[in-house]
């Protein structure tokens, strides 16, 4: 008899059974290791520690069921993490190494938590749709379930049958999850908030440094500037109050006489003497010495956590079941303009690798994010900020890389992506880069599928890019505080179909639509000037000045590679970045992109820029909106005004002339898979019902 690895066997059974036993002494030795690994302080790993569930209605939306998946409930409540500071996956945290530790020596964090799941859990699809928050906004059932609200106010305690919408998501099976990210946003009207520590130098002392505060004034009755930092000092002589119309114009100082803080608190300014207001059309440009920066960069740890806990843990620490343990086989993240930003720098920065190495996040959908990141991941972070062709300019969001895949700078000297980091590790989520038309004036759009010199890029192989053709960052009615009435637009019905498809793509490996953007390569992407490049018809009554948002680079001091910005504001270097628009037809409305109905059979000129009042810093870029220029009711209306639009009569005889038009566009998106079949009924169901041609 012969013995092997000390049991005892004879020829025939070790013949049969080595590997098993192989198996066995393998087992073995990595449960050994699991479980000294959990013991040894060495090995502390970030995770959710503690789920506390404060709220349960089940069900909620007044009963009401949903298709075949039924009810739904709703859980609040708040999650518990802490992180390694010292692991390599989480250093990349600003100020990581300065936030206070717990006995363990781990960062801790908590966040909001609010789940929307189907009551038999049987019944839903097995994905989780984690909606980024944005500003602590709930925007995934605004945008996807048609539900009540508008910019910027969705529903935030979506409770009611009215709240679900159409029910789409909820028709579809999908768990919804938010979280808090973004550790500068306010309590009250069940905003999404997450708490981080404070940084302190190593003696325990406060950091103080320069900190940027810009006021953009659109109102006539502001009058005070709140800080996002309490000032280090309340000496006037160390911070600078300047105010421009314009970014172009020079800044003029307001002298230490003609401002002052608003309290011993220092977390606001105001102007002298006491209730002036802040001049409307201006922008105030606010340097001071901060103190008590927030580790705000934390919040990418905490939605890579809260991701990998709600999909493979059992339980928390205390043995608190996790609400969604075993359900959530795929998770998908969909996102509406700042978030995706986040996202962008999510994944640059390394977080959709989890601690055990897995994938956080198997898709994203993203909704006008453009082609930059955020002011996330710095000392005295602001992640609400956003740079746009008026405002935002002097803070850190357009950096190189843009794209996704790695490609060399020539104007910095770098090489990177911004998947550079999930292509070595094997974690890349699918990715739908989907914008409107406004992202490619003033975000950069252009930027996410071109290199720094301006040529198109190949799409990466698990990424596709789709201009929605025309429409707005932000859709909304009236003239507000621009020169044309904006445009209202939406692209909810193209979004929908997008998330049927990249669920398509993850689940079933069926390829999704190709890419549809302007490119260099056939014409359709364009600089904005001049005019005729670009086809924007002459109409009268509307300016068309070719402003964007330049491609900015900006020298933020020698510490800037660690998250601090020490100059203040910033040098501009140049605007070595060449940005793109989409050309568009004799109308003006955008030849590349998906042309929603309206855009396909338009009754106006729809595009997703828009020029300021003479009120509010006239002839600068209207932020996020776009406009609608109305086509004339007849020939002789349009030939009186001298507009070269053909009217609506020459365009569609009759009303079912028009009727039929909409319903070839509408079925000829389904075909492309970019409108579903409830949206194609949807779409020519209202063509008929209205006027057009009567």
Known sequence: MKKRSGIACNGSWCATNRAGLRRAALVAALLLTIVAGLAAPGLAEARITRI?????????????????????????????????????????????????????????????????????????????????????????????????????????????????????????????????????????????????????????????????????????????????YAAGSLDKSLASLTVREHYADPPVSIPTTGWAYVSASGNAIRLLPVGTPFQQGRLYEF??????????????????????????????????????????????????????????????????????????IDGMLNWVGGGSGGFFNYRFAQ????????????????????????????????????????????????????NSENEYWVKGGSLLHTDTLGNDLPDPANVRFYLFSSLPHAPISGTGICQQPRNPLIPNA???????????????????????????????????LPQAGVGFPTIPGVTYNGLTTAGDLFDFGSMFGQGILTTLPPLLLGSPYPVFVPTTDADGNDVAGIRLPDVAVPLATYSGWNVRAAAFAGDDLCDAFGQRIEFAQTEAERLAAGDPRLSIEERYANHGAYVSAVARAANDLHRQRFLLDEDVERTIDAAAESSIGK
Not at 140 to 168: C, E, I, K
Request: glycine share 8%; hydrophobic share 35%.
């Open 52 to 228: 506390q569930i404060t709220r349960v209605e089940s069900p909620t939306f007044d009963g009401a069921s949903f298709g075949a998946v039924g009810q739904y409930e709703k859980l609040v409540g708040r999650a518990y993490g802490e992180v390694d500071p010292s692991d390599p996956k989480d250093t990349i945290i600003a100020d990581i190494a300065l936030a206070p530790k717990n006995a363990a020596g781990m960062v801790e964090y908590s966040t909001d938590l609010f789940i929307l799941r189907p009551v038999d859990r049987s019944m839903g699809n097995h994905r989780m749709l984690y909606d980024m928050n944005n500003r602590g906004g709930k925007f995934a059932l605004l945008y996807l379930n048609d539900s009540p609200g508008s910019f910027p106010l969705p529903p935030n305690d979506p409770t009611t049958v009215a709240d679900a919408g159409n029910g789409f998501l909820l028709r579809q099976g999908y768990t919804l999850v938010w979280s808090g990210w973004d550790a500068t946003v306010s309590p009250g009207n069940n905003r999404l908030t997450i708490t981080v520590p404070v940084a302190h130098n190593s003696d325990g002392s406060s950091i103080v440094g320069p900190a940027l505060e810009e006021f953009a004034i659109d109102n006539s009755t502001t009058t005070a500037g709140p800080l996002t």
């Open 287 to 360: 340097t001071y010495p901060a103190k008590d920066p927030l580790v705000v960069g934390l919040g990418f740890a905490a939605t890579r956590d809260v991701a990998a806990f709600l999909r493979h843990a059992a339980t928390d620490d205390d043995g608190n079941a996790n609400p969604l343990a075993g359900d959530a086989q795929f998770v998908y993240t969909f996102c509406f303009s700042l978030p995706c930003r986040f996202l962008r720098d999510f994944l640059h920065l390394g977080f959709n690798e989890d601690e055990q190495g897995h994938q956080a």
């Open 383 to 434: 992640p609400s900020r956003t740079h746009r062709q008026h405002i935002g300019r002097w803070y850190p969001e357009r950096q190189f890389p843009f794209a996704d895949q790695v490609t060399s700078d020539p104007v910095t000297g770098q090489t990177d992506g911004v998947l550079r980091r999930c292509l070595a590790s094997g974690t890349c989520p699918n990715i739908f880069e989907s």
């Open 494 to 528: 193209g979004l929908r179909a997008l998330l049927v498809d990249l669920d398509r793509w993850l689940t079933a490996r069926e390829e999704p639509p190709a890419s549809r953007v302007p490119r260099r390569a056939d014409g359709t992407a364009v600089p904005a």
